[in-house]
């Protein structure tokens, strides 16, 4: 079992920025996907940033945060972070952690950012 922990949402006004975190711990041998996904009201639930992690490993973004948002990892801390800037309204969302750990899906349970106009 992996266990997620996302922290660092919150309320910003435009413009702004947050850092998100996430903490794995448990059971983690050799992680193939590391990311971070959204949901907003009434939307389902959307990739921003990802690592796939297999003979190469390769980075993806989401058009709408791309230049803007950050993902970066610390494999020694099971942490997995998100920085992002320029936060526009459109950002609010249910952040969510997600790491795929021999071919399962784990999730955190999500860290709000809402983002003023």
């Known amino acids: 079992q992996v266990q997620l922990v996302e922290s660092g949402g919150g309320l910003v006004q435009a413009g702004g920025s947050l850092r998100l975190s996430c903490v794995a711990s448990?059971?983690?041998?050799?992680?193939?996907?590391m990311g971070w996904y959204r949901q907003a009201p009434g939307k389902q639930r959307e990739l921003v940033a990802q690592?796939?992690?297999?003979?190469?490993?390769?980075?993806n973004y989401a058009e709408s945060v791309k230049g803007r948002f950050t993902i970066s990892r610390d494999n020694a801390k099971k942490t997995v972070y998100l920085q992002m800037n320029s936060l526009r309204p459109e950002d609010t969302a249910v952040y969510y952690c997600?790491?795929?750990?021999?071919?399962?899906?784990?999730w955190g349970q999500g860290t709000q950012v809402t983002v003023s106009s």
């Open positions: 690592y796939t992690i297999g003979a190469a490993t390769t980075l």
């Open positions: 448990g059971t983690i041998f050799s992680s193939t996907a």
């Open positions: 997600l790491r795929r750990e021999r071919g399962v899906d784990y």
